[in-house]
């Protein structure tokens, strides 16, 4: 549908702003707020919100920005065991509406992964350069360009005679590269709105789904002995490799992946198939000895229909250990002696929004109206708006700039070398959502 009179003026605001954009996006880029291990000292995280806070009150937000107590959140979803949050706090700024319309959440993380091997960068990942159109530096597209896109929009609709009738809130929070943790903290305090966009470089797709994942230790014993002397059979008190019996439980993976790979009602419209393989190995304690264990580190990851009924991976976790114990059980040695299954606390779970849910035709909608046509697709990773779809009851759509690919396979320019964002996509990205906003939360 063609723009209306004053979403065309907001849109040719934001155009008219498109430097702000590039400066924001760069100052952004320029707080070293790269994702933590759990026990890493925080980095510009509080800097950073600070200084989203500052520009998102000056624009007439009411702004929370807070530090959730580890004690607050032990044990809610999402939430790595013994996990703080000193440094690092969440934001949330809301412009209040008018009355009678929609609240809609505009949401986006504000770690970005690693930027190493930092001198195989063209540039300096922190120093957000502009070359052939594009803005290069770490979290340029996942997800600091959508950040600085959504604020921006915001603060447009707010400075503009533009009344909204709901609310529009702007959301930033950490760890999502690493746990989810931080979306998670931003539930507990309360947010209600009746849809959600993320901001995440989906090359102007709107997602609606997402797989979930689980992580966990798969230990395969051994038992050592010395490794240039004759073994007897193990029944004798022989030797065994436990490397060796690695690979049967490997076998056991793959056989589960390719059956996951046919099995009826595993197909998903905008997702791969269920996957399960091994991603870290350690094993041996000498280079003459047999090794005694084998720990394969596996990865999950699974569809929405293979949740269990709370929508997490207890089924999936307990189909996986079922299906190697049995598969493994053909080995004598490992039926004997099975392996063991040590799963990590921090799964996360997946999510899918139905294609009529109205955020997802007024996104898709929005987006073609400034020159965008994305198509509905999902994520194979995960992201925040799976916590606020499920944790909150807001379906939470993702939508942002070109980064991550477009079908299964294609291109990603996420967590890459020479990470980049093309300057023209942060100004439709800006424009798509601040038309989407006068759409879903009305105007008065
Ligand atoms: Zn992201």
């Known amino acids: 549908m063609p723009l209306s009179d004053p979403e065309r003026h907001i849109v040719d605001e934001l155009e008219r702003r498109r430097d702000e954009l590039v400066q924001l996006t760069s100052e952004l880029i320029a707080f070293d707020t790269t994702a933590r291990n759990p026990d890493d000292p925080p980095r510009d995280e509080a800097a950073l919100q600070e200084h989203l806070a500052r ?126 943790a931080g979306s998670s903290a ?28 689980e992580y966990g230790v798969v230990t395969v014993p051994g038992r050592p002995g010395h490794a240039e002397v004759f073994q007897r059979s193990w029944r004798e008190g022989g030797a065994v490799n436990a490397i060796e019996k690695a690979t049967v439980v490997i076998d056991a993976m793959q056989a589960l992946r390719s059956d996951w790979s046919t099995r009826a009602g595993f197909e998903h419209p905008y997702l791969s198939k269920p996957d399960v393989l091994p991603t870290m190995a350690a094993a041996g304690d000498w280079a003459v000895t047999y090794p005694a264990s084998c720990e394969l580190t596996c990865a999950v990851l699974y569809l929405p229909s293979q949740a269990d009924e709370q929508g997490w ?11 190697i114990l049995r598969e493994t059980a053909r080995d004598e040695w490992l039926a ?6 040590d799963w990590w606390a921090s799964g996360v779970m997946p999510m899918e929004i139905p294609d009529d849910d109205p955020i997802v035709g007024a996104m898709l909608d929005a987006g073609a109206d400034v020159g965008q046509r994305g198509k509905l697709f999902g994520l194979d990773s995960w992201y925040d708006g799976a916590t606020f779809t499920h944790l ?53």
């Open 186 to 213: 931003i539930v507990a305090r309360g947010i209600e709105a009746d849809a959600g966009i993320v901001t995440e470089a989906t090359s102007f797709d709107v997602w609606v789904a997402c797989r979930g994942s």
């Open 313 to 323: 991976g207890s089924k999936v976790r307990r189909e996986v250990e079922e299906w």
């Open 55 to 180: 520009r998102l009150r000056d624009a007439g937000a009411d702004v929370d920005v807070w530090e959730p107590s580890a004690e607050e959140m032990a044990g809610r979803p999402l939430v790595p065991p013994g996990l703080g949050f000193e440094g690092r706090p969440q934001l949330v700024a809301r412009f209040e509406g008018a009355g009678g319309g929609k609240c809609l959440l505009l949401n986006g993380h504000i770690d970005a992964v690693s930027a190493e091997p930092i001198d195989r960068w063209s540039s300096d990942p922190f120093t957000a350069e502009v070359r052939d159109g594009s803005l290069y530096g770490r979290g340029s597209c996942d997800m600091k360009g959508g950040v600085a896109a959504m604020t921006l929009a915001a603060q447009v609709l707010a400075e503009s005679d533009v009344e909204l009738a709901g609310d529009l809130i702007v959301a930033t929070n950490t760890d999502e590269e690493s746990s989810g």
């Open 392 to 444: 909150a009851g807001i379906p939470s759509i993702a939508f942002g700039p070109r980064g991550f690919p477009t079908e299964p396979g294609g291109p990603s320019i996420a967590h890459t070398l020479d990470e980049h964002v093309p300057v023209d996509d942060l100004v439709r990205c800006a424009q798509a959502l601040a038309v989407c906003a006068m759409r879903f939360c009305g105007t008065a």
């Open 336 to 341: 004997e002696n099975p392996p063991v299954f």
